[in-house]
Structure formats: C-alpha cells, structure tokens
C-alpha cells in the first residue's frame, strides 16, 4: 500500500539546500517511504507515536510523521542533526 508524501515550501527548501551526496541520498530516503513508511533504520521518537527519525551521512536527519488513518506521511524536517532539534519541532524529550 502506497502512503502520499505531503510537505510545505520550507521542507523543499531545507532538501535543496543539502549538500549534493546528502541531498541525493535524502531524496532516494523520502521517496521510499511512500512504500515503506517504517525502514528498518528508522527510530521512532520517544513517548511522540508516529513520529520517526532517520539517520542520514554526516550528521543530517530526516523527520518525518505517519499519519495511518489518512495514508499520509508528513515531511517535517531534513537538514543538519542541531542540538536542540526535536524541541524546535516540539517533540522534547519529556
């Protein structure tokens, strides 16, 4: 079953403006995820359910939210892993 991919302006955005490895290894990440919404690499964030985090090379992240009832994954982050990541995206740890 495929799951559509939905993201805003600052998500294309934060994608462009990745180094080229980094960039292209990110858009072979997203778009999998249509199919494979949970990769074996992925980690689900903490007590934040469906929320899912994915290491990329040097040091970068893609965050993302599955939405089940919907079919729909929410794009919400790709960029360089900052300290304070998850609390900029309101997903602190508790």
């Given at each position: 079953?495929?799951y559509r991919?939905?993201?805003?302006?600052?998500?294309?955005?934060?994608?462009e403006?990745?180094p080229g490895d980094?960039?292209s290894?990110?858009?072979?990440q997203?778009?999998?995820?249509?199919?494979?919404?949970?990769?074996?690499?992925?980690?689900e964030?903490?007590?934040?359910t469906?929320?899912f985090r994915l290491?990329?090379p040097?040091?970068?992240r893609?965050?993302?939210?599955?939405?089940?009832?919907?079919?729909?994954?929410?794009?919400?982050?790709?960029g360089p892993?900052?300290?304070d990541l998850?609390?900029?995206?309101?997903?602190?740890?508790?």
């Amino acid at each position: 079953m495929l799951y559509r991919l939905r993201y805003d302006r600052r998500f294309m955005r934060q994608l462009e403006a990745l180094p080229g490895d980094v960039r292209s290894v990110a858009r072979q990440q997203v778009q999998a995820l249509a199919s494979n919404p949970r990769p074996t690499r992925a980690k689900e964030l903490g007590k934040h359910t469906g929320y899912f985090r994915l290491w990329l090379p040097r040091n970068y992240r893609l965050v993302w939210l599955i939405l089940e009832d919907e079919q729909v994954i929410d794009l919400l982050y790709v960029g360089p892993k900052l300290p304070d990541l998850y609390e900029r995206l309101g997903l602190g740890r508790e």
